[in-house]
């Protein structure tokens, strides 16, 4: 079920946040089954590379679009891009997205307000200009990177965890909208991952990371099998579901201050 299965049909399917982490692996595992790439992150060297890289190993077509979807206009920009080339979007990865600890009051805003722009609106502004040509074509998909920090708030990262309880929202509302349409939409949430994120999220101290982490190969594979067998949230990992479903039993105030204390 997690593994990387061969398509029907080629595909095209753009992934952002793809130089790094669970965006990279999720991009290779659509490559491994034959989906062509539209890779997109700030670094254009770094997403050259990769391109090539899979477009050698696994004998797709890859592409890349540079850009900081810390922009307002970024999703106008790639949706822009990819007219341009003619090319149609089959699936939307929304990879890209950042943290940052500490009290919200002590935090930079601009920081914060970035955050919000990645992790939310850039998200949301993408979806949208895409979704209506999957509903169009009746085939393809949205696989949105959410975090198990979506399921509670989270003290001293609650910029964060507020942006990931939102992805999360948005992707199970959407998963009713489109209903029997052909278009599969999947919400992935991992936990602790040994990715980049911690380290400029600074998180690695904490207690959260020192419980263990998975791979990002591992949470990408899981979410790459979910969205293929169409589920609507896929929780990798046994200690990560176990906790994504007993903070739903717990008094609010409960999992707030286990939450603060795992991030301290």
Do not use: W
Not at 5 to 23: D, F, K, P, R, Y
Not at 95 to 112: H, L, S
Not at 244 to 255: E, G, I
């Amino acid at each position: 079920m997690g593994r990387c299965q061969n398509l029907e049909m080629a595909e095209t399917v753009l992934v952002t946040g793809a130089s790094s982490g669970i965006g990279l692996e999720l991009a290779r595992c659509f490559a491994r089954a034959g989906a062509n790439l539209i890779l997109v992150a700030r670094t254009e060297r770094k997403l050259q590379e990769l391109a090539a890289a899979a477009a050698s190993e696994f004998h797709v077509t890859a592409g890349v679009i540079p850009c900081d979807l810390s922009r307002p206009d970024a999703a106008a920009a790639i949706a822009a891009e990819i007219e341009r080339r003619g090319q149609a979007v089959d699936v939307l990865v929304n990879n890209a997205g950042f943290g940052d600890r500490g009290a919200f009051a002590e935090r930079d805003v601009d920081r914060q307000l970035s955050m919000i722009q990645v992790n939310v609106t850039s998200l949301t502004h993408l979806t949208r200009l895409l979704l209506p040509g999957m509903l169009a074509r009746g085939r393809g998909g949205v696989l949105n990177v959410a975090s198990t920090a979506a399921f509670q708030p989270g003290p001293n990262m609650a910029v964060y965890y507020a942006t990931k309880a939102y992805v999360l929202s948005f992707s199970e509302a959407l998963v009713e909208e489109v209903g029997q349409t052909g278009v599969t939409i999947s919400c992935l949430a991992p936990g602790p991952t040994d990715t980049g994120f911690a380290a400029e999220a600074n998180l690695l101290e904490t207690r959260l990371f020192k419980l263990g982490t998975m791979s990002a190969a591992e949470v990408a594979s899981a979410g790459y099998g979910g969205f293929r067998n169409r589920k609507a949230l896929v929780v990798p990992g046994l200690r990560n579901q176990l906790g994504a479903f007993a903070v739903r039993l717990a008094p609010r105030a409960m999992a707030r201050k286990i939450t603060a204390g795992l991030q301290a």
